[in-house]
């Protein structure tokens, strides 16, 4: 025999409280996990606005930021970040290396690869012949900067931009090079640069 459902409050029988008990007693695992989550959101902000709320102090710096940053005011209010996968490779486009036609089907040298092992697109292959850019390249503005053929709008503006050659990796390989740009390790798992932006000055909505 099912248990009445009594109120505690009135020590009296309630068939309301009863009904939400058969309700809950029939209500499946999925059933229950699903109208749990759309609490989720809610969770979220209730966690968001208090610190919104708060009195932040004048200035730049705000709530979520660390003390103290940035050491100074910044000058750009927006930094548009793109990271082109895929693109051609940097031979081919502002990294003038004319060295490599004296180098051109000669193997891969020991010194470059050391002992790393290339993607699997080139398992089948025997050697790893060294090719340089079929490209024209030129210099242009008044900085000299060697572009290719390939740029041929970034040449007119290329006076306003910096390109910057210094930066490079042990890594061969397209995913962990792209690893180590984005966190300064070539092993996964690591805070991305975005993720220390956040973390020193707060996220966007702050």
């Keep these: 025999m099912k248990p009445l459902i009594v109120d505690p409050r009135t020590r009296r029988f309630d068939p309301v409280e009863e009904e939400v008990a058969d309700w809950v007693l029939a209500e499946t695992r999925r059933q229950f996990f699903s109208r749990g989550a759309r609490g989720l959101g809610a969770a979220a902000l209730a966690a968001l606005f208090p610190r919104d709320l708060k009195a932040a102090p004048a200035g730049i710096e705000g709530p979520?930021?660390?003390?103290?940053?940035?050491?100074?005011?910044?000058?750009?209010?927006?930094?548009?970040?793109?990271?082109?996968?895929?693109?051609?490779?940097?031979?081919?486009?502002?990294?003038?290396?004319?060295?490599?036609?004296?180098?051109?089907?000669?193997?891969?040298?020991?010194?470059?690869?050391?002992?790393?092992?290339?993607?699997?697109?080139?398992?089948?292959?025997s050697r790893f012949p060294i090719a340089p850019s079929v490209f024209k390249f030129e210099q242009h503005g008044q900085s000299g900067a060697w572009l290719s053929e390939l740029l041929p709008w970034t040449a007119k503006v290329v006076?306003?931009?910096?390109?910057?050659?210094?930066?490079?990796?042990?890594?061969?390989?397209?995913?962990?090079?792209?690893?180590?740009?984005?966190?300064?390790?070539?092993?996964?798992?690591?805070?991305?640069?975005?993720?220390?932006?956040?973390?020193?000055?707060?996220?966007?909505?702050?």
């Design 64 to 125: 979520g930021a660390l003390p103290g940053l940035p050491h100074f005011e910044p000058t750009a209010k927006r930094a548009i970040y793109l990271h082109l996968v895929g693109a051609p490779p940097q031979m081919d486009l502002f990294d003038y290396k004319p060295a490599m036609k004296d180098w051109y089907d000669k193997d891969l040298p020991e010194s470059i690869r050391r002992g790393q092992r290339l993607t699997t697109m080139t398992s089948g292959q």
């Design 159 to 206: 006076d306003d931009i910096a390109i910057i050659r210094s930066v490079n990796t042990e890594a061969i390989n397209h995913e962990p090079a792209i690893t180590f740009i984005q966190t300064g390790q070539q092993f996964a798992g690591r805070p991305c640069v975005g993720s220390w932006i956040a973390y020193g000055l707060g996220s966007m909505n702050q």
